[in-house]
């Protein structure tokens, strides 16, 4: 939880800080120009890798299977749509990172290896 405090302390300033160097560096016009096209691609992107996922769910389902890796790859990519759709080249940078699966990866390992910590202390009850 600190580390998500942190998170949302520092991301903000690096975001400001790059954007205003940007800004005198290519120009005001460019930088949002920049600041749109990631945007508009990362909500193309994030609907594409959505419908996917969802797919993959959705057949997994049919054969019975839990979808869990599935649901964890949507997690990922509502981020990643979040963290695109917000202005700035940091905020952007992750945000396409989670939108592909290769780069999801590690992603998806701290999530399960921070759930079962919280397991493990007993801190999420499992329903059964």
Do not use: H, W
């Not at 399960?112 to 009850?125: M, S, Y």
């Amino acid at each position: 939880m600190r580390y998500l405090a942190l998170l949302i302390i520092v991301l903000p300033i690096m975001d400001i800080g790059l954007l205003l160097v940007s800004g005198k560096t290519i120009g005001f016009f460019p930088t949002i120009a920049f600041i749109i096209f990631t945007g508009v691609a990362g909500a193309y992107l994030a609907k594409r890798e959505g419908l996917q996922t969802i797919k993959r769910a959705q057949e997994q389902l049919a054969y019975g299977q839990i979808p869990g890796e599935s649901v964890l790859d949507g997690i990922c990519i509502l981020i990643g749509a979040v963290l695109l759709v917000t202005p700035g080249f940091v905020t952007d940078l992750f945000g396409f990172l989670l939108l592909f699966p290769p780069a999801r990866k590690p992603v998806k390992f701290l999530m399960i290896n921070a759930l079962r910590k919280r397991i493990e202390k007993g801190n999420i009850k499992i329903i059964r």
